[in-house]
């Protein structure tokens, strides 16, 4: 069954791609993981996770001042009845800010970017962001940012109409979901809740990296939380413990080798993550239904 959230998915991408330009959603309120589809929808959305943005956040203290300014954000458009603002976070990147709403609630923010209207401003966050940090390296800092980070195609009057609309599309998803979840109140979060930064940290780690081995120790301790935290949301939040989820990541990529290559099953278990081939066939044929040698054979003709 397709998920009945994805066209928003494929809407945000359409503007990240058209425009060159960042798009994160930022849940104050906690409604989006309150339906599943909507929540596999915009679980790409829901941190910035460019290299630059994962190399800064790599220190602690950089990743707890992301969160502070998300609280920050909160207490900005509740002080006052602003429908957009501009702001630059501590490493230099600059995002239009937009609120999302329902007609009783302050439920979250849309923020996109990055632009560069400032490069001095910009290249001093990150020598401080730097200086405060023993981890953290200017010259690989500076590197990343200019490699990742570059200005958008798209003037800010012509993409606010869309982001106000993006803004007043999930407020109205919100008022919808609250007459068909009557619980919805006692599903508050509140604001500083970390749980959305640390599974798009956590996806975005795995996506990386799903060819190497991965320790649930190794994940939790690049998200900046424990173990046990970690297995708890990832489960809540997926349906699925972590190593099940590096599976599924892991046969994806799969099938593309055995729909485009002419390497052996035995060849692309290794590729793939898996040390032993027949693992991977048992894994492949839970997942998908069928087996990896029965997958190439009924789809490797299909591909034009």
Request: hydrophobic share 35%; net charge neutral.
């Amino acid at each position: 069954m397709a998920n009945s959230y994805q066209y928003i998915n494929q809407y945000l991408n359409f503007l990240l791609e058209k425009y060159n330009i960042q798009i994160c959603i930022k849940d104050f309120y906690g409604f989006i993981p309150i339906n599943k589809e909507l929540d596999e929808a915009l679980q790409p959305f829901l941190a910035h996770t460019n290299p630059f943005c994962m190399y800064i956040k790599s220190e602690m203290s950089s990743y707890h001042t992301c969160l502070r300014m998300i609280r920050q954000m909160y207490e900005k458009f509740e002080s006052g009845n602003f429908d957009c603002y501009y702001g630059v976070c501590h490493a230099g990147l600059g995002e239009y800010v937009i609120p999302i709403r329902s007609t009783k609630l302050l439920l979250g923010s849309v923020n996109a970017g990055f632009f560069q209207k400032n490069e001095h401003l910009a290249d001093w966050c990150i020598r401080r962001a730097c200086k405060a940090s023993s981890s953290l390296s200017y010259e690989t800092a500076k590197s990343l940012y200019q490699y990742h980070i570059s200005s958008a195609t798209i003037y800010a009057d012509e993409l606010l109409p869309h982001l106000h609309l993006l803004a007043e599309y999930l407020g109205h998803t919100y008022e919808i979901l609250e007459k068909t979840h009557p619980d919805m109140a006692s599903a508050y979060r509140y604001h500083n809740s970390n749980e959305d930064a640390i599974l798009s940290h956590a996806f975005e780690y795995i996506r990386q990296n799903c060819l190497q081995h991965i320790s649930v120790e190794e994940l939790a301790k690049f998200c900046h939380c424990s173990s046990s935290y970690l297995s708890h949301i990832f489960k809540k939040r997926t349906s699925v413990n972590i190593n099940t989820y590096i599976n599924k990541i892991r046969i994806e990529r799969s099938k593309n080798y055995l729909l485009n290559s002419g390497e052996t099953i035995a060849e692309i278990a290794i590729s793939t993550g898996f040390n032993d081939p027949n693992y991977y066939s048992r894994v492949f044929t839970k997942i998908i239904g069928i087996s990896p040698t029965e997958f190439r054979r009924r789809f490797k003709n299909e591909i034009i």
